[in-house]
């Protein structure tokens, strides 16, 4: 079956724009998660979904960053007002329940200029 | 709080020669602890996975692990290396117990020398 996709793989923008980047999580999968990945780091927690709702948002860094995920499916990480050190690898993640195996997609390559 | 630390930013072996990645954990509760595998331009790929079961744990594609409580230390071996392992390893954990998110080490790029 298909794993987890994400659109864009690639995004570049300029300092100060907003966007959206989406996340398919494999089908039936209730818990939604997403992390950033820097340059030569591991992946940082932003939040996870279980269903609809955003379970635990602890990990995003400030709130020029909302998530969501409105039918408890597809879901969308926005970020307004993008910085230089914004750019990373957004990665998605998702499992069957909140303790089960998390599945990763491939990540979305955002680039701010 | 949780934490994970991977003590080594590199590792280079020969091919056919064992590997060891190392990982130290610190969790407030009783962790679940995973190895995480990285191929360059692919998504991430679960290893393994301790979670309070038998204490040494049998991956994919020959790597294993042992959980060792008194030591914190969760580290990651496989008998002979082969080509196709030359990739980014990552440590992570979560607590027990909770739905949170998972928190990685920093990674060990793992070379294999022909």
């Known amino acids: 079956g298909a794993g987890v996709s994400q659109t864009p793989s690639n995004k570049v923008t300029e300092k100060g724009k907003y966007v959206e980047l989406r996340c398919d999580p494999i089908?039936?999968?209730?818990?939604l998660y997403w992390y950033r990945q820097s340059l030569g780091q591991g992946p940082e927690f932003l939040i996870y979904f279980q269903g609809t709702g955003a379970a635990d948002d602890s990990g995003l860094p400030n709130d020029r960053f909302f998530a969501v995920r409105p039918e408890g499916s597809v879901s969308t990480l926005k970020i307004q007002r993008t910085e230089r050190g914004d750019s990373a690898v957004y990665l998605c993640a998702s499992s069957r329940d909140t303790l089960g195996e998390q599945f990763f997609g491939p990540g979305t390559r955002l680039t701010v200029l | 709080a949780q934490s994970v630390t991977q003590l080594d930013s590199h590792v280079s072996v020969s091919e056919g020669t064992p590997v060891l990645l190392r990982c130290n954990y610190s969790?407030?509760?009783?962790?679940?602890l995973f190895w995480y595998v990285q191929h360059p331009n692919k998504g991430l790929q679960l290893l393994l996975k301790?979670?309070?079961?038998?204490?040494l744990v049998k991956g994919i594609n020959g790597f294993e692990a042992e959980f060792k409580k008194s030591e914190t230390s969760f580290h990651l071996t496989k008998p002979s290396a082969h080509m196709s392992d030359a990739a980014e390893y990552f440590c992570?954990?979560?607590?027990?117990?909770?739905?949170?998110?998972?928190?990685f080490g920093k990674g060990t790029h793992l070379i294999i020398q022909p």
């Open positions: 089908s039936g999968h209730t818990a």
């Open positions: 301790y979670t309070s079961a038998a204490t």
């Open positions: 992570v954990v979560r607590s027990g117990g909770g739905a949170d998110g998972l928190t």
């Open positions: 969790s407030s509760y009783s962790p679940s």
